[in-house]
């Protein structure tokens, strides 16, 4: 599951097992507690980000972390998706990668990597469809993947400067 912004920040957890409300809630939790401004994320409408325990987990905390949906069947909007496909792209292209251990550990790599290419996320904003994210920075954008490493791990993160979050 990962969270980027225009300004080039990457957020990101691995985890084993069904993405449920409960792991989203992890993740969200981790994210109000590195930034230190409100959230605004722009998700899917993936069931799970729409799931009651979610929503009213969200609503206890408005004042820190507000979520936006994208209209349905509309990944062209997200550009996170660019970012699934960068990982899958650089991580799945590897033959050695044989158990789900060594998967997750090749993913957190990768991901890692970005974080510390804000160039290289930043970009992501660069296609027509998601320009509606100016540059001063509107929201985070989030989604989750499912991951099926068999192990789970925290992102590292970089408190950088002011980025708007979502």
Request: proline share 4%.
């Amino acid at each position: 599951m990962s969270a980027i912004s225009n300004k080039g920040e990457l957020y990101f957890t691995v985890f084993t097992g069904r993405f449920n409300a409960s792991i989203r809630i992890g993740f969200l939790k981790r994210l109000i507690r590195q930034l230190d401004r409100k959230i605004h994320l722009i998700a899917d409408r993936h069931p799970v980000h729409r799931a009651r325990l979610l929503t009213d987990w969200l609503a206890r905390h408005h004042d820190r972390i507000e979520m936006h949906f994208l209209a349905g069947y509309c990944p062209e909007l997200n550009p996170v998706e660019l970012l699934n496909g960068d990982v899958k792209h650089h991580v799945t292209a590897t033959p050695s990668l044989r158990t789900k251990s060594e998967l997750a550990a090749a993913t957190r790599t990768h991901l890692r990597r970005r974080q510390n290419q804000p160039d290289h996320v930043r970009a992501l904003f660069n296609k027509e469809e998601v320009r509606y994210s100016p540059g001063t920075g509107f929201p985070l954008r989030t989604h989750a993947n499912r991951d099926t490493s068999g192990s789970s791990s925290q992102n590292r993160t970089k408190r950088t400067g002011r980025t708007n979050a979502g």
